[in-house]
């Protein structure tokens, strides 16, 4: 198991651009892994935002693709997301997690990012 | 893109209780499911995978069977420490989550 660490403003203003970083110890990134970025509104479930394998390929959930990048730095260990054009709902926790398989054994603690001005 | 149902989405329950909570996909996907545990302020955690294959370090009284498209995570004895909010998750990209099932003591 490896610990991850999310990081970020937690204050972005409408229109704006969200950017988080996850770190990963106890581990390298550069395994066979896909590195995950789900998000949870206030009071509500969990939502995909999408994976990077550590070669840079990435899969984005269909709804927030045209807003989603996703980023390996191999030289610091960790991951990053942004996120283009924010609103208010797009206010949520955000995890980073760590993929075995098809499942999600490792998990950051998140970090709360708030839309608004 | 694969929907999960669960149901219910709250459940009042009492210690000791058998408590019984339901998955419902869209489509099939075989064994692809996975159970999470997600308590106040905390991260998910994994309780079940493979809709019927134990985790290591989460108690035995936590078991997951599926018949078709429908799954269920069953905690035999609800101890005060299971009170959480519960999420299926299919693994098929993309990737879902149901919308959750939250357990209340009565």
């Known amino acids: 198991q490896v610990q991850l660490q999310e990081s970020g403003p937690g204050l972005v203003k409408p229109s704006g651009t969200l950017s988080l970083t996850c770190a990963v110890s106890?581990?390298?990134?550069?395994?066979?892994?896909?590195w995950t970025w789900i998000r949870q509104p206030p009071g509500k479930g969990l939502e995909w935002i999408g994976e990077?394998?550590?070669?840079?390929?990435?899969n984005y959930n269909p709804s927030l693709k045209s807003r989603v990048t996703m980023s390996v730095d191999k030289s610091k260990n960790h991951f990053s997301l942004t996120l283009s054009s924010v609103t208010a709902a797009d206010t949520a926790m955000y995890y980073c997690?760590?993929?075995?398989?098809?499942?999600?054994?490792?998990w950051g603690q998140g970090t709360r990012v708030t839309v608004s001005s | 893109e694969i929907v999960l149902t669960q149901s219910p989405d709250v459940q009042s329950v009492t210690l000791k209780e058998r408590v019984t909570i339901t998955c419902r996909a869209s489509?099939?996907?075989?064994?692809?499911l996975h159970w999470y545990q997600q308590k106040a302020d905390q991260s998910p955690k994994l309780v079940i995978k493979?809709?019927?294959q134990s985790v290591s370090g989460v108690p035995s009284r936590f078991s997951g069977r599926f018949s078709g498209t429908d799954y269920t995570l069953t905690i035999s004895s609800l101890e005060a420490e299971d009170v959480a909010t519960y999420y299926c998750?299919?693994?098929?990209?993309?990737?879902?989550f149901g919308q959750g099932t939250r357990l209340d003591i009565k």
């Open positions: 997690a760590n993929k075995y398989t098809t499942y999600y054994i490792d």
């Open positions: 106890g581990g390298s990134i550069s395994t066979t892994t896909w």
């Open positions: 990077i394998y550590e070669s840079g390929l990435t």
């Open positions: 489509q099939s996907i075989g064994s692809t």
């Open positions: 493979y809709a019927s």
């Open positions: 998750h299919q693994g098929t990209s993309p990737i879902t």
